[in-house]
């Protein structure tokens, strides 16, 4: 493949709170403006913290005064920007983010923007937007089925999330998901209520889940669990790569939208239904429902041999629709769209009409997927760091394979900090996006890194 391709790839102080935003900004959570422009799904009017504090973090210490640890724990509605860049060292701990209206701006941070490394994010509350982050939970050296199972970033319980333009990669159990409680309450409208729901996964880069790895159980390299009774779930123009299954998996009773994504050499399973009979022993089986559209896999070195797109497992019956579906091995040959794991009686429904869709909902015709999201999807795409360009290039190539450990490709960023002030009035504060049209460390397209060697005989 031609190397200069460039995808369209773009390419210390306590933290200071600023006066509110302008009264004139403040939009109410009913006003149906959008979270920032494309948002999408079920999700996208949430305001997060617009209208509020702005938090500005200004150490790359995981905790105490000026840290994004602070921000996330402080009440209220507020905007987290960023004036430092650099990694953030959890220490093997998670952060939980407890207090709703809330917007993390990692596009706000000087070059190379923010990755936290060594733990992740629980999201435990309503009305929360993610963007522009990295996160990359690694091994950390321990012992294999040692205990150690982060998620890079998980929702539990929460609702009308965005997350959105964000890296996960080497995470212990998923890169990204959407979980809580399987049955809170009485009646399968309570459940749905009781869990997660109202979500909106997009454009992320989800790679390199480990796999034999710390996770108590043993393998576990995986991309997206989507938990049990979680509906108005939307997962769109994502990249999967490297990752054993989970791509997504969408668990009992889930109402899901799958569209425009790319999966690349997933291992036994890309993406799966599955409601299991122990887990639902007592209750009355919810109907799963599935609208996958315009979406493509791609084998790749680590995936099983005639591996389908979609496959159902356990004893819940799956209300289907798919259209425009591609799926193909790792020299182009069309692939099964459909396929079992265990002999059960749950029945695949074929619909004609999506059972569940988000209103507006813009898709692109599966032939134009993969160079629209190796352009576009991951953090800061603008000023991208080594290990997404590595990704990137390895799926555009048909490279890469599912590892254990990061050490075998890579190890934790250690970029020198830097550090730039947060401008307000550079900013359209109710949408966060600059004024000037133009990022923090914004870049000409990138170029996938050269040895010595191939740049002379490139000269």
């Known amino acids: 493949m031609n190397r200069r391709i460039a995808l369209a790839l773009y390419g210390l102080l306590p933290f200071a709170l600023a006066t509110p935003v302008a009264q004139a900004q403040n939009v109410a959570v009913s006003s149906g403006v959008s979270a920032f422009p494309g948002a999408q799904g079920w999700a996208a009017a949430t305001p997060g913290g617009r209208g509020g504090r702005i938090l500005r973090v200004t150490t790359l210490a995981a905790d105490g005064p000026g840290s994004l640890k602070a921000a996330l724990e402080a009440k209220g509605p507020r905007i987290v920007v960023f004036e430092v860049g650099g990694v953030i060292d959890l220490g093997r701990t998670t952060l939980t983010i407890t207090?709703?209206?809330?917007?993390?701006?990692?596009?706000?941070?000087?070059?190379?923007?923010?990755?936290?490394?060594?733990?992740?994010?629980?999201?435990?509350?309503?009305?929360?937007?993610?963007?522009?982050?990295?996160?990359?939970?690694?091994?950390?050296?321990?012992?294999?089925?040692?205990?150690?199972?982060?998620?890079?970033?998980?929702?539990?319980?929460?609702?009308?999330?965005?997350?959105?333009?964000?890296?996960?990669?080497?995470?212990?159990?998923?890169?990204?998901?959407?979980?809580?409680?399987?049955?809170?309450?009485?009646?399968?409208?309570?459940?749905?209520?009781?869990?997660?729901?109202?979500?909106?996964?997009?454009?992320?880069?989800?790679?390199?889940?480990?796999?034999?790895?710390?996770?108590?159980?043993?393998?576990?390299?995986?991309?997206?669990?989507?938990?049990?009774?979680?509906?108005?779930?939307?997962?769109?123009?994502?990249?999967?790569?490297?990752?054993?299954?989970?791509?997504?998996?969408?668990?009992?009773?889930?109402?899901?939208?799958?569209?425009?994504?790319?999966?690349?050499?997933?291992?036994?399973?890309?993406?799966?239904?599955?409601?299991?009979?122990?887990?639902?022993?007592?209750?009355?089986?919810?109907?799963?429902?599935?609208?996958?559209?315009?979406?493509?896999?791609?084998?790749?070195?680590?995936?099983?041999?005639?591996?389908?797109?979609?496959?159902?497992?356990?004893?819940?019956?799956?209300?289907?629709?798919?259209?425009?579906?591609?799926?193909?091995?790792?020299?182009g040959n069309p692939l099964p769209m459909f396929g079992r794991y265990g002999v059960t009686r749950a029945k695949l429904i074929e619909a004609k009409t999506p059972p569940v869709w988000p209103t507006g909902l813009p898709v692109l015709p599966a032939q134009d997927v993969e160079t629209h999201v190796l352009a576009n999807a991951g953090a800061r795409p603008w000023d991208r760091d080594a290990d997404d360009i590595r990704v990137l290039f390895f799926v555009a190539e048909g490279r890469g394979k599912i590892i254990d450990d990061e050490r075998e490709v890579s190890e934790y960023p250690h970029p020198v900090p830097t550090a730039a002030p947060f401008v307000e009035a550079e900013w359209d504060l109710v949408t966060m996006e600059p004024k000037s049209g133009r990022y923090p460390g914004q870049k000409g397209p990138i170029q996938e890194s050269l040895s010595a060697r191939d740049r002379a005989m490139r000269q």
């Open 99 to 331: 207090e709703p209206f809330l917007t993390i701006a990692g596009q706000t941070a000087p070059s190379p923007g923010i990755t936290l490394i060594r733990g992740g994010i629980d999201i435990r509350a309503h009305d929360v937007i993610v963007r522009h982050l990295r996160v990359r939970p690694g091994l950390d050296g321990q012992p294999k089925r040692s205990g150690w199972e982060v998620d890079a970033m998980n929702t539990v319980s929460a609702r009308n999330v965005i997350v959105d333009h964000c890296t996960m990669s080497w995470a212990l159990d998923e890169n990204l998901s959407a979980s809580g409680p399987r049955f809170e309450g009485a009646t399968p409208d309570d459940w749905r209520r009781g869990t997660s729901h109202n979500i909106t996964f997009s454009y992320n880069l989800l790679s390199e889940g480990l796999a034999d790895a710390s996770h108590p159980k043993g393998e576990h390299s995986k991309g997206s669990l989507i938990h049990d009774n979680a509906t108005g779930v939307l997962i769109w123009r994502n990249i999967y790569a490297h990752n054993v299954e989970r791509s997504p998996l969408l668990k009992g009773g889930v109402q899901a939208a799958v569209v425009n994504n790319l999966i690349y050499d997933p291992g036994t399973r890309a993406v799966h239904y599955n409601l299991m009979a122990l887990e639902w022993a007592g209750h009355d089986y919810q109907e799963g429902k599935l609208s996958a559209v315009g979406n493509v896999m791609r084998a790749g070195p680590s995936t099983d041999a005639g591996l389908p797109f979609l496959m159902l497992g356990g004893d819940g019956d799956l209300r289907y629709h798919g259209r425009d579906n591609v799926a193909v091995d790792k020299h």
